[in-house]
């Protein structure tokens, strides 16, 4: 396992922060690490943020300039065989290659902030965890190796990893306030512009030791340049165990290349901006039970804390809007409590700025007995130099359930079409539906199948 550097004090921006020890740039690493540890104002402890391992503290400890030179050039051999330990470790632990990091693990206590209606995690917050985690392995992937290739400055672009799918993705198990989610991120396939990253998602219950595994995820990331906006960067190849994991991970790439094609704009019967537009005009004296009934919309203005490093809408911030206002849409229409039960695959057609107006609208597109299928897309609008422009950015599907008071599965009112846009919309959520039922058996038959071997 890899040994890091948490920061536990307040240091300077030329510190090492959250970086493992290499063999490569390995002197100027170890200057700066001596440096550290030689500061009183600073103080370290090594963790191993792959999980286990207890953090042991560094004490400070204070010398004057002169000394600090002289130690530098005694203990540097001191400090190149620290670093040959912490790359073995990491050798071990599956990373072949000096400085790949593939993953990382990311943990947070649920608080009350988090909780929906039910007293239960939102989906959404779940989601952009997800993506946050996914954003920082590939980030620090696409940034740290293109560091150790690069022969020169010159040659070293910073860049950022944009999302731009996410997978078909199952709530297994609801997560509660007061249990610590845990998120194991790792990139498990890159291409030339593009990269794989699976997220698994476990709940911890502190109180009684238990660990259950609550979601898992796919996505996509493309790495943009921070100081180029728009330009879309190389990807280092992370190392695999054997060709045959490589020809799987090409098989996965071909696999959502062509369902990206598919299902990109105009390849549905999705609702067009104008439609969506014509509908809110209607007042609300409408039949119930109806798509135009339930029909929600959120209008959200781009800040600063919503970007990523390249002036951006983070992908988890735009997935948490859509399961919220997706959310809302069930409960119209069901009138009960409601929680996420998959989201289908996310397509991310446009990058949204910052400063954008982003039209969120779900609206329901398929019932069946114990659950209502909840189309979702965001409408971005650009008002810069004196008008204004409106695109579609992202498209999705929500599947929600019913509960009662007692968490019992509720039967969901039937959805009642009338335009011919709707009840075409309502045949391919039928499709889907019967697609997601196939799926889970199979899913079930291989879990039980691997239970049966092991």
Known sequence: ??????????????????????????????ANVRRLFSSSSCSFSFININGGGSATPAKPHQQDPITE???????????LSMSSVAYSKMATSGVTTPGEQKSVEVCRLMGPQDANISGNVHGGVILKMIEQAGLIVSTRHCNVMRTHESTSEDEFEQCVAGLVRVEKTDFVQPMYIGEVAQLHAEITHTAYHSMEVQVR????????????????????????????????????????????????????YNKQKEARRRQGLGSTVSFTMAEVEHLMDQDNCITEHSVPYAQSSLIHLAGVTDCNFASYVNGGVTMKLMDEVAGITAFKHCKTTVVTASMDAVNFH????????????GRPSFTSKHSIEIEVFVDMETMFKGHSKKQRAVHAFFTFVSLSNNKEVLDIPHLKVQTEGEISRFKEGAARYELRKQARSKGKKQHQNAASCS
């Open 1 to 30: 396992m890899a040994n890091f550097l948490r920061r536990t004090k307040s240091v300077s921006n030329n510190c090492l922060y959250g970086r493992g020890l290499t063999l490569t740039n390995t002197r100027k690493n170890a």
């Open 201 to 252: 998602v476990w709940a911890e219950d502190v109180m009684h030791g238990t660990k259950r595994m609550t979601n898992e995820a796919t996505l996509w990331y493309v790495p943009t340049s921070v100081k180029t906006l728009g330009k879309v960067l190389p990807i280092p190849k992370i190392s695999y165990l054997s060709a045959e994991e490589e020809a799987a991970g090409w098989e996965r």
């Open 350 to 361: 446009q990058p949204i700025p910052r400063g954008s107006v982003m039209h969120v609208v």
């Open 69 to 79: 030179k002289k130690n530098l050039l005694k203990n540097s051999q001191s400090l």
